[in-house]
T-cell receptor
């Protein structure tokens, strides 16, 4: 597609349920990032994928969070046993190659509300 | 560790006046610096970047940024502000030489710009 696409755009879930967030990067982009943005705050790095290399998972806040990416295409971020503090906007971004001086392009985000 | 600071939570400026949004950085290697803008309920949009070369970088929507190595700053500027420039602005840094062992973007906490008519 023309840009980074994220789905769903909004998700309301009950505390304790699992959720899956999806990101479709720009076609041909080998790098993919997930960030979390809590209300009124900056962007918190979660995970970075580069091609078929092992992902940088250093930003995942707990073992309830995991992410997968199939080759250089779609990525899913999974949050298990959601807690109210997981409520945030989850942003996905892609770039042509994370090892180069290229900028990242962001999706519109998924707003997650845990009730 | 690499980091970015945006010292102002909010900047107010009158329409037509010049604007500056401040950013300072700390990296162990060469800095690769970016500015992004976020409009309400939208994702981040890329404005401009500094990689190497001229210290004055021009970007989208009439914005420019000045890289100052001695002051470790990368302030965003625009000669004449528009009401439509009102948004949240983020500065970001990367260390793509991997001295920190990662290629992630480190973002500042954001500065809300309000342009008053």
């Amino acid at each position: 597609g023309a840009g980074v696409s994220q789905s769903p755009s909004n998700k309301v879930t009950e505390k304790g349920k699992d959720v899956e967030l999806r990101c479709d990067p720009i076609s041909g982009h080998t790098a993919l990032y997930w960030y979390r943005q809590r209300l009124g705050q900056g962007l918190e790095f979660l995970i970075y994928f580069q091609g078929n290399s092992a992902p940088d998972k250093s930003g995942l806040p707990s073992d309830r969070f995991s992410a997968e990416r199939t080759g250089e295409s779609v990525s899913t971020l999974t949050i298990q046993r959601t807690q109210q503090e997981d409520s945030a906007v989850y942003l996905c971004a892609s770039s042509s190659d994370g090892r180069l001086n290229t900028e990242a392009f962001f999706g519109q985000g998924t707003r997650l509300t845990v009730v | 560790a690499q980091s970015v600071a945006q010292p102002e939570d909010q900047v107010n400026v009158a329409e037509g006046n010049p604007l500056t949004v401040k950013c300072t950085y700390s990296v162990s290697g060469n800095p690769y610096l970016f500015w992004y803008v976020q409009y309400p309920n939208r994702g981040l949009q890329f404005l401009l970047k500094y990689i190497t070369g001229d210290n004055l970088v021009k970007g989208s929507y009439g914005f420019e940024a000045e890289f100052n190595k001695s002051q470790t700053s990368f302030h965003l500027k625009k000669p004449s502000a528009l009401v439509s420039d009102s948004a949240l602005y983020f500065c970001a840094v990367r260390d793509i030489e991997g001295t920190s062992g990662t290629y992630k973007y480190i973002f500042g906490t954001g500065t809300r710009l309000k342009v008053l008519a």
